[in-house]
């Protein structure tokens, strides 16, 4: 599976961005996919998630009210909508998506199971 994310950039505090990610390889529909960041001397961490059907999203509470996670399976992609931006969400964020089926699960702020990784798309949030 390929996972290509995009639509990073520089936004004033406040503003908004909106990333895709263009997944290739097999069925996107069959599986779940995600979002994470890294920021620099951070670990990476879990932003958002999105079940196969889209019925089924996942939030970090760090981001919860401010990002929206969407998938269109007929264009093969996953969105993250970031609105509210706060210089705190700096960071290169990564599209993941699950190995298997179905397999991926939150628990206590966490997600587990996303195993594809694509390459970051770096998000710089000035004050």
């Known amino acids: 599976v390929q996972l290509q994310a995009s639509g990073g950039g520089l936004v004033q505090a406040g503003g908004s961005l909106r990333l895709s990610c263009a997944a290739s390889?097999?069925?996107?529909?069959?599986?779940?996919m995600g979002w994470f960041r890294e920021a620099p001397g951070k670990e990476r961490e879990f932003v958002a998630a999105i079940s196969r059907s889209g019925g089924s999203t996942y939030y970090a509470d760090s981001v919860k009210g401010r990002f929206i996670i969407s998938r269109d399976n007929a264009k093969n992609t996953v969105y993250l909508q970031m609105n509210s931006l706060k210089p705190e969400d700096m960071a290169v964020y990564y599209c993941?998506?699950?190995?298997?089926?179905?397999?991926?699960?939150?628990?206590?702020?966490?997600?587990?199971?996303?195993?594809?990784w694509g390459k970051g798309t770096q998000v710089t949030v000035s004050s």
């Open positions: 993941a998506s699950e190995e298997t089926p179905g397999a991926s699960y939150y628990s206590a702020g966490h997600y587990y199971g996303m195993d594809y």
């Open positions: 390889g097999r069925t996107f529909s069959s599986y779940g």
